[in-house]
Nanobody
Framework: QVQLVESGGGLVQAGGSLRLSCTASGSAFSTYAMGWYRQAPGKQRELVASITRGGSTNYADSVKDRFTISRTNAKKMVYLQMNSLRPEDTAVYYC???????????WGQGTQVTVSS
């Protein structure tokens, strides 16, 4: 069982920055593939960014060059640095872990990000 706890959401003006953090449980964190997803009202949950156990990253086109995902295995944490925020980035952001041998991914409870225009 893996538990994920997000933090760092809040209200920010357009053009501002926020840094989301996700703390994970489990002794094998370094082997997890981690990701950040978001879900806006009335929309489906979508992948924002992901990072493999080896550190390779992938981003949604809408956030490329604005968001950066990173991880610190020693602290069992993954981060999402969000710059140049836009109102359309407003959503609940979820941390996700893909664990080898698990039939399903794990999700955090989500953290709200609101960008005002």
């Amino acid at each position: 069982q893996v538990q994920l706890v997000e933090s760092g959401g809040g209200l920010v003006q357009a053009g501002g920055s926020l840094r989301l953090s996700c703390t994970a449980s489990g002794s094998a964190f370094s082997t997890y593939a981690m990701g950040w997803y978001r879900q806006a009202p009335g929309k489906q949950r979508e992948l924002v960014a992901s990072i493999t156990r080896g550190g390779s990253t992938n981003y949604a086109d809408s956030v490329k060059d604005r968001f950066t995902i990173s991880r610190t295995n020693a602290k069992k944490m993954v981060y999402l640095q969000m710059n140049s925020l836009r109102p359309e980035d407003t959503a609940v952001y979820y941390c996700n872990a893909a664990v080898a041998g698990s039939l399903r991914p794990y999700w955090g409870q989500g953290t709200q990000v609101t960008v005002s225009s």
